[in-house]
């Protein structure tokens, strides 16, 4: 097998700000397997919460790249991913799923046959995506909301952690006069305290808000369980459900956790989340980073299995390198055809 990797930039429409930061751009590592004339893609984003930049992505998609050779084929490789045996030890888990949705993509268009289906499920799942309104005023967030529900948006998802919590009250209040049908989620990602929580959560319920995601920092996931447990809105871990033991700690004590790939390790890893917390009473989330189609394509396979979608990182950018798993109109679809489904814009292979 023959690998490449590609850098690219990846710019927002318009910068989005969160509790934490504002983000404007971010760069993503592409990488391509190639075997006997099929090529399969998968695609790495840089994070600055996660300590991953485009080097260290690099460094690190070079090094499973080359351990590739150690396998007669990427059915095989697959196999080994799944296992351990490959990308084991200090792998990031965001280089992983790269990993990973390559060798589906690969393993998918030399059967012929779609991500989805290889992965159990017959249909291409299709799930209405939130789409996400960063820290902004009242005004802005009210036409944005107002745009989103025309186009077909039906769950909007809104950023909060303002320094004064009562701009982030107003924002929501904007977004629910501005979108009255649309379903509404909230995401401080981290930036409350959890007696700020108590006093603000009753607020955003009488608001109309579906679900809180992470209002509390994270490292203490017996406080957020202690939070969930009063809620008068159902409390979704994010931060503090990053892999497989975390959400077994919270299963049966939060209301939701939200599985992003590149925190996880991938589909499999996310197919094991899911598993440990049927019967829990803990729903599933799919969240995303911000990325390109190819980036966002392997949890829409998985979309079907969502109580909440929030897949809408390609929809963030000023231009989508990548196109397939359309979002526009609030919906994403995997494709119903072999691999991931996606192609890249300048038609190359």
């Not at 396998?71 to 280089?95: C, I, K, M, N, S």
């Not at 406080?223 to 994010?238: C, F, N, T, Y």
Request: charged share 25%; glycine share 10%.
């Amino acid at each position: 097998m023959r690998t490449e990797l590609h850098t690219v930039r990846l710019e927002l429409a318009e910068p989005l700000r969160i509790s934490r930061s504002t983000m404007s751009a971010r760069d993503a590592v592409q990488l391509s397997v190639r075997h006997e004339g099929v090529t399969g893609h998968g695609e790495a984003v840089a994070s600055v919460y996660y300590r991953l930049d485009a080097v260290g992505l690099t460094r690190h998609l070079t090094a499973v790249g080359a351990d590739l050779d150690r396998f007669p084929d990427p059915e095989t490789a697959l196999e080994g991913l799944r296992t351990g045996e490959l990308a084991a030890g200090d792998t990031p888990p965001a280089v992983t799923a790269a990993v990973e949705a390559a060798l589906l993509d690969l393993v998918g268009k030399r059967a012929g046959r779609p991500v989805h289906r290889l992965l159990g499920t017959e249909e291409p799942p299709v799930a209405a995506t939130a789409r996400t309104i960063g820290i902004t005023s009242p005004s802005r967030a009210a036409a944005q909301a107002r745009a989103l529900a025309a186009s077909g948006f039906q769950v909007l998802k809104v950023k909060a952690g303002a320094t004064d919590p009562e701009e982030d009250v107003e924002r929501v209040r904007a977004v629910r006069d501005a979108a009255p049908h649309a379903r509404l989620l909230l995401d401080p990602n981290g930036a409350w305290t959890a007696g700020r929580a108590r006093a603000l959560l009753p607020r955003f319920a009488a608001l109309g808000v579906e679900a809180v995601e992470q209002p509390l920092a994270p490292g203490d996931p017996e406080g957020l369980a202690a939070l969930a447990e009063r809620s008068p809105l159902p409390v979704i871990a994010d931060e503090d459900a990053v892999d497989l033991e975390d959400v077994r700690r919270l299963a049966g004590r939060v209301h939701g956790v939200n599985v992003k790939l590149a925190k996880c390790g991938g589909v499999h890893a996310a197919l094991r989340i899911v598993e440990s917390i049927d019967g829990s009473g803990t729903r599933l989330m799919l969240g995303c980073l911000a990325a390109s189609t190819l980036g966002i394509a392997p949890a829409v396979h998985l979309a079907g299995r969502a109580h909440w979608a929030d897949l809408d990182g390609h929809l963030l950018l000023a231009h989508d390198p990548w196109t397939g798993i359309g979002g526009r109109d609030g919906w994403v679809r995997a494709s119903g055809s072999p691999g991931l489904g996606v192609t890249p814009r300048d038609g190359a292979p």
